[in-house]
């Protein structure tokens, strides 16, 4: 497609207004949109209800409407994710070397941090960065470039390296996340 700038934006101006049911589809999102902000000054749990279950509602019908493509694309998105965590992007493993190596220098220095949640960071990223550091020293013993995905999966040693930094690091930014969800929970109870 070669549109420029100003036919791109004009299509996308336009693109509600292209057929009636876009049209309704833009009524339906501008009412939502309204009762959403109606509702943050009321903050009526009556409407917060109703508004999640027409929300639910409306992308059931969607997907009822489109299920044979819904499962298709979900089908593609469980492989991708799939292919994702078996197979990983080395350009992915290195970024998630240097979000561990981040969490662990933040942690060192973050004085409000509990003990546990501390020991917890620690060990995970720590586990994680020794894992990385493995990958690398067994990349140079090996021969093994980097840029070349396809032999460093066939190496088993590689591949189960990769494979258990990965789920270390999934269990570390799954623990982080349900940590700052209660901190945050915790700290709003303790202010109320």
């Keep these: 497609m070669d549109l420029s700038i100003i036919e791109q934006l004009i299509t996308f101006i ?36 109703i508004l999640t279950s027409l929300i639910i509602f409306f992308f059931s ?12 694309v979900l089908s593609e998105i469980t492989k991708t994710i799939m292919r994702s965590f078996y197979f990983p992007n080395i ?14 220098i933040y942690t060192l220095f973050k004085e409000k941090l509990t003990k546990l949640n501390k020991i917890i960071t620690y060990t995970f990223t720590i586990l ?7 990958f690398i020293s067994n990349a140079i013993t090996n021969n093994l470039s980097l840029t070349n995905t396809a032999n460093i999966y066939q190496h088993d040693n590689m591949f189960v390296i ?3 930094s990965n789920i270390i690091f999934i269990l570390l930014i799954i623990y982080k996340v349900i940590y700052h969800f209660c901190y945050i929970r915790h700290e709003k109870l303790k202010n109320k």
Excluded at 91 to 104: G, R
């Design 162 to 164: 990769v494979l258990f």
């Design 14 to 49: 336009t693109l509600p207004f292209q057929s009636f049911l876009t049209i309704e589809i833009l009524l339906i999102f501008i009412i939502l949109y309204i009762f959403i902000l109606y509702n943050e000054r009321r903050q009526n749990k009556k409407v917060k209800i």
């Design 61 to 72: 019908l969607l997907v009822f409407y489109f299920s044979e493509d819904m499962m298709t």
């Design 128 to 134: 994680h960065l020794f894992l990385f550091t493995i």
């Design 91 to 104: 350009i992915f493993y290195i970024l998630s070397a240097i979000i561990s190596l981040v969490l662990l």
